[in-house]
């Protein structure tokens, strides 16, 4: 019996991150607000209807609605919102955001009491004279938290509240009541963090980061949450629907202020400003399993880091290996005792379509994709996850010098490149069944000189055969000869004309172009426009076939008149040829004819030559054809391959990054070799080098300095002094070489053979000057890490599975890479992991 997704959802799935708006402001209490719906339980309604967890009221220097908005929550959604108290405070050094438990409101108004303010509560021009810092020490004293308020903002912000980096900014920053900075713009989300940009202020910034580290008690918890809020003064402001709302996303243990503070106090692992995250990622949401040691299995996955941790034998690999089965990416898994009966996976695109694997030992790969309400096979590949077995990882990271197209592989993994790799597929494809084609043609008018050469010394031997008594003989047959093969030319074209020709490859089926891209749109006017341009396709098909139908009555008709006149032709060779037989023999008869056999075989020899040039002269607009095609394949190849180098190449910056932030003790990057990877390039000249005892440096040369297809067309010009140059080998190796692969067959695979660029691990020290070592000298440790963080921090966002990615790496590592890297992509892509170090699951925030 099938287990449905309903039952495992029953079960917990550990800790979530919720949607919060810590800065809303309400009617009555903040003179700007003119919206008179904004009042402090429609507010509490709005939050509930729109899924946000925690609300704070957060009015300018006044708290006047902020118990009722309390009251109203906890008699109407007390378990489904939760309400802080909180204050937007007008200090001398811009807005300051406080907030306290919901049980100590008396705090908030013990808090504005002690600020003295200017004004009436509520008002434009209220404010305090307190200083910023001094205000966070009061609501600390008090037992409150403290965010400071949209600090990029003009006038109200303290960042640019005024120019430079003065002591009273690095005295807020230092505040131990200080707990997180509020920013509207997205890129000033890494502000004050170890991430801050470059630039002079980013420096800044970053030393004032930096000093808050040295704060007695902020040791531990020295980073701040970076956080964004409505900061609504109307109900349209509130409910505006944006892809990435003013919001902040928060993990909860409960629904509690002392929640609140604790994620505050652990933001890299527990806070989220929701215009950083993408709006959704694909993710596996269950597994079921059926047979073997896990009979009767089922786990309900977190969105973010799962750990399945526990001792040796207690089948946490067998767990996530029988999830890769499913997808198709560990069959060998089938024949293994431990592989389950069957497997059920559930999981759901970016998009929110979900889509179910189920696969039996030994069977094929079920998937049904669920859209509409309806059930739709789909194929295995639609919905993808990045796995890595157990000491697979290790394996790329043995060494990556020696074995380059591994670790390409890996890097490929991360990189979208499955458009220009299926084309060129495609291309390859192509190109070899034109060289299937061109190979023969070019052959046969490679020996059309010959074959000129040959019939021209047949024709003076039957010359000088017309000087004798056999004059009249010699050139009758001579031109009958001749005459027979415009006959049997002819006859080679009525043949094809009576067979026909097809036009199918102009024809198009839009059918098959539909089913190919899926499902589409339920769009009236794409469906309107999709309809008519099936409809002129269809007309075009119809005109096509017609068009073919009466091209080949058109072949069939000029086909019959042509088999009547070489009909009446070869009557006409068949008396003439018996006329020069009768002549022969009345001549033979006579004595005066010695060399008949010679003379006969001449005769052949010329028809026979002469049908040959002929026959490929005739298929003279077929080569060209066939090499223009090839030409135009060749150039595209190019470009696609040329393309995925750019692709690659792309996203070495982010991984560049992202290796700097995470290894401290060296200056580690990943960068492309146009050399290439040319293990493939040179086993195939050493196979076409064969008995010329060419030696491998000579080889590897020319491998690693020219492509295969400059190669090829070194060859074809016999260009030996331009390889010799560009290979730095002696001229006679290159003319070696070129005598060896001149064959169209040799030419045609160099053509298309791939050479990509290699990727290089750079390892330099950080002394002064650095200095470059081998990577190989680093640690099996330090080139895990390498490649932990690469895969981890990857673009990619599909669910990321690894099998005890602890191997290699001591508690040292784990804690400073692998730990740094999981608490970083929280929110931005699920993670899978089987370990049994529980440092990762502990230190990584968890979820599941």
Known sequence: MMVLLKDIQVLD????????????????????????????????????????????????????????AIDYALANYAVQILVLPGVEVSTAHGHLLAY?????????????????????????????????????????????????????????????????????????????????????????????????????????????????????????????AHIQGS?????????????????????????????????????????????????????????????GFLHEEMIHFSDNLNCLIGGRGTGKSTAIRAIAYAFGLNDEFGDYDNCPDSVTVYCEDANGIPYRYIRTRG???????????????????????EYFGQGELAKVAEDPLKHPKLFQEFLDRHTNLRDLLETEESLVTRLRENAGRLSPLESAFGQLTTKKQSLKEI???????????????????????????VRESIEAITTEYTTGWTLSNIQRDFNQILATAGTCTEDEASKKAIAAIEVAILKNNTAVKQKELELNDLLKSCAKELTKLTGELKISHQRMSGEVAAKLADLKARGLVTNLPGLELLL?????????????EQRTDERKQCQTQRAEQRAELKGVREKMTERRKAQLKGINANLADTIKDYTIFVRYDDAGITKEFESFMQEKMHGTYCQNNVIENVCSRITPSELADLVLARNHEKIATMAKISSEWAEKMVDKLCYWNILFELQVLAKQPKPIITVRTKSTPPKEIPVLQ????????????????????????????????????????????????????????????ANIAVLGDSEL
Not at 134 to 144: C, D, F, H, N
Not at 261 to 286: E, F, K, N, W
Request: glycine content about 6%; overall charge neutral; hydrophobic content about 40%.
């Open 363 to 385: 069977g094929d790969i079920e998937v049904k994709a669920k859209e509409d309400g309806s059930l739709t096979d789909v194929p295995v590949d639609t919905f993808r996850i």
């Open 604 to 616: 052949r020899q010329k028809t026979s030559v002469a049908k040959e040039i002929a026959g490929v």
């Open 231 to 291: 900061d609504a003064h109307s109900m349209k402001e509130f409910e505006h629907q944006a892809p990435n709302r003013s919001w902040t996303r928060v993990k909860l243990a409960e629904l509690s202020f002392n929640a609140v503070r604790v994620a505050l106090v652990d933001p890299t692992a527990r806070v989220r400003a929701c215009a950083s995250l993408p709006r959704s990622i694909p993710r596996v949401r269950a597994v079921a399993i059926t047979g």
């Open 778 to 837: 680093l640690s099996d440790g330090q080139r895990h890490t390498i490649l932990l963080t690469i895969a981890m921090l990857a673009e990619s966002n599909v669910p990321l599975m690894i099998d005890q990615p602890e191997d290699d790496l001591d508690n040292a590592f784990i804690f400073s890479s692998i730990v740094t890297t999981l608490r970083a992509i929280k929110e931005k892509r699920q993670v899978i992991l089987v370990t049994h170090n």
């Open 459 to 485: 024709e003076t031997k039957l010359k000088v055969a017309e000087e004798g008594k056999l004059r009249e003989v010699v050139g009758t047959q001579s031109k009958l000869a001749s005459e027979k093969t």
């Open 100 to 224: 306290f438990a919901p049980d100590r409101t008396a705090d908030l108004t013990k808090f504005l009491s002690r600020l003295d303010l200017m004004g009436e509560m509520g008002a434009d021009n209220t404010r305090t004279a307190k200083s910023m810092t001094e205000t966070i020490a009061e609501v600390e004293k008090l037992g409150g938290i403290c965010i400071a308020a949209h600090i990029d903002r003009e006038k109200t912000g303290f960042d640019v509240f005024a120019p430079g980096f003065q002591n009273w900014k690095k005295d807020i920053i230092t505040s131990p009541g200080l707990y997180g900075l509020e920013c509207d713009a997205v890129d000033t989300l890494l502000w004050y963090s170890g991430q801050d940009e470059a630039g002079s202020s980013g420096v800044e910034r970053k030393k004032m980061f930096s000093a808050r580290q040295l704060v007695p008690g902020l040791s531990a918890r020295h980073h701040l």
């Open 13 to 68: 799935n550990g800790a979530r991150f919720h949607s919060v708006d810590l800065h809303i402001h309400s009617y009555g209490a903040s003179q700007d607000v003119k919206d008179s719906t904004m009042t402090p339980e429609a507010i509490v309604e709005s939050a509930v209807r729109q899924g946000l967890l925690v609300i704070a009221i957060t009015d300018h220097n006044s708290n006047a609605n902020v118990q009722r």
